[in-house]
């Protein structure tokens, strides 16, 4: 028995020329889910803010006990400019002078990932990584960092700043 009715129908082949295996979907699934994780782990903690009871402020005195002197200054108290900060990127070190005198040191490392602090902008530390920004206290004055920069001892040795 023949049949004139039309025969099967003929259409473009809608399948793509490049396909996505299931082995390559769990790997990018794996990685989306990795990423995820580790930004998590970097938040910088929960710990409060640094305030100004955790500073170390600079003392005078003609020596130290370990023979530390004017030799192993970090700075000179004239590089410091009033109600602002240097920052000594060799030795990952910030240098606040709030008021007339009075020196502080922080360390550079910003506590959100690591990286290390290299701006100062009249009176704020900034971050590059993430844009967090630290009052000359080390205090966090924005996010993302949830902690303050870490006090660091130093003292001050006629014109030089000198670790403590």
Known sequence: ?????????????????????????I???CVACAGTVVAACGGGGTSPTTSG?????????????????ASGALADTA???????????EVQLVVTQPTA?????????CPHQGCVVREVREQTIVCPCH???????????RGPALRGLEPRAIRVEGTSIVPA
């Open 1 to 25: 028995m023949a049949t004139d009715g039309p025969g099967p129908i003929v259409g473009p082949d809608y399948r793509r020329e490049s396909t996505v295996d299931r082995r390559q979907a």
């Open 27 to 29: 790997k990018a699934g």
């Open 53 to 69: 009871d955790d500073q170390v402020p600079a003392t005078s005195g003609p020596g130290s006990p370990d023979g530390q002197s």
């Open 79 to 89: 590089d410091v400019p009033v109600g602002s900060a240097v920052i000594l990127t």
């Open 101 to 109: 005198g009075e020196f502080y040191a922080y360390s550079a490392v």
């Open 131 to 141: 844009g967090s920004e630290f009052q000359l206290d080390g205090a966090v004055q």
